[in-house]
């Protein structure tokens, strides 16, 4: 799974995480535009479409909608993050990483 995930991704995943049930497209732009962006379903969408395709949500269709739901915990994904982090730069050595 690649957890490499962009700014804008991220913020994606902050609101779905936020959420902590399954969340629509719709409420997911709703909730990031209450932040004074302006986001689209279209852009949303897309952002979702790539998360899904690295591994971080999946989705279920409900009626004509699609919800997102995250496949990770905030906390998962931190942890493989700073574990992709030591393996690239200190060749997974937590003590190399101290010194």
């Not at 490499?4 to 049930?21: F, L, R």
């Not at 690295?54 to 993050?81: D, N």
């Amino acid at each position: 799974m690649k957890t490499n995930i962009s700014d804008s991704e991220m913020k994606v995943m902050e609101k779905i995480w936020d959420c902590g049930e399954m969340i629509s497209v719709a409420d997911v732009v709703a909730l990031l535009n209450e932040d004074g962006e302006s986001w689209t379903h279209q852009t949303v969408g897309t952002f979702l479409k790539r998360l899904e395709g690295k591994g971080m949500v999946s989705a279920s269709k409900k009626g004509k909608s699609l919800y997102y739901f995250p496949l990770l915990t905030k906390e998962q994904f931190s942890a493989k993050e700073a574990d992709q982090f030591l393996q690239s730069k200190f060749q997974g050595s937590l003590k190399s990483f101290l010194a």
